[in-house]
């Protein structure tokens, strides 16, 4: 059965310091693997995707992600966080032969000023 | 292009009543989810398609029902609700099974 991990559930850090939100997953088959951002009273949009190919996925904004197999993680990081990353940030894992994706439970990341 | 958009954003109900949730696609995509996110337990999947004219359960489907009669259209029922079902509730849909998620602005449930 697959399943996702977030260890941390509420992450401060401050403006310009770099951050790493943690996800391990499990699977038995090949995995998709996605983070999603989440700002307040809105749906979740997705930040980056890891489908195959290059290990390391990036975002528009600035945000990396870096697909490891052996460790069955995907940890999100960013060199410089800005204010307006304040959000709620989930990982997401779908196996392959499965419609399913699970979600982890959230990472609130709090940017301080 | 509006996207995946939802029907009503906000409801309040009370214990036994029931409502249909609608949620409205414009991206022809195949596959749709209903979620329902808890305060710290992430979103659990309700129920999904896989095409029109197919639905199947998810990890939470007790108390809920669907129905996807066109392909644009995911419909989420609750017969007769309790307190448990308050949440927020979002719909998703994806062009194929592997790529992304693209969701809706959700709606608030709140049942008394």
């Known amino acids: 059965a697959q399943s996702v991990t977030q260890l941390d559930s509420q992450v401060p850090v401050f403006e310009e310091a770099p951050v790493e939100l943690r996800c391990n997953y499990s699977?038995?088959?090949?995995?998709?693997l996605f983070w999603y951002v989440q700002y307040p009273n809105q749906g979740l949009q997705l930040l980056l995707k890891?489908?195959?190919?290059?290990?390391l996925v990036e975002s528009i904004n600035g945000f990396e992600a870096e697909f490891n197999k052996s460790q069955t993680s995907f940890h999100l990081r960013k060199p410089s966080v800005h204010i307006s990353d304040t959000a709620e940030y989930f990982c997401?894992?779908?196996?392959?032969?499965?419609?399913?994706?699970?979600f982890g439970t959230g990472t609130r990341l709090k940017v301080l000023a | 292009n509006a996207g995946v958009t939802q029907t009503p954003k906000f409801r309040v109900l009370k214990t036994g009543q029931s409502m249909t949730l609608l949620c409205a696609q414009d991206?022809?995509?195949?596959?749709m989810y209903w979620y329902r996110q808890d305060p710290g337990m992430g979103l659990r999947l309700i129920h999904y398609?896989?095409?029109?004219?197919?639905?199947a359960k998810g990890e939470v489907p007790d108390g809920y029902n669907v129905s996807r009669l066109k392909k644009q259209n995911f419909l989420l029922g609750l017969e007769s609700a309790a307190p448990s079902q308050t949440s927020v509730y979002f719909c998703?849909?994806?062009?194929?099974?592997?790529?992304?998620?693209?969701f809706g602005p959700g709606t608030r449930l709140t049942v008394t």
């Open positions: 997401a894992v779908k196996s392959s032969g499965t419609y399913k994706y699970i």
């Open positions: 699977s038995s088959v090949s995995v998709y």
């Open positions: 991206m022809n995509h195949e596959y």
């Open positions: 398609s896989v095409g029109e004219g197919t639905t």
């Open positions: 998703a849909s994806s062009q194929q099974d592997y790529l992304e998620q693209y």
């Open positions: 890891y489908l195959s190919g290059s290990t």
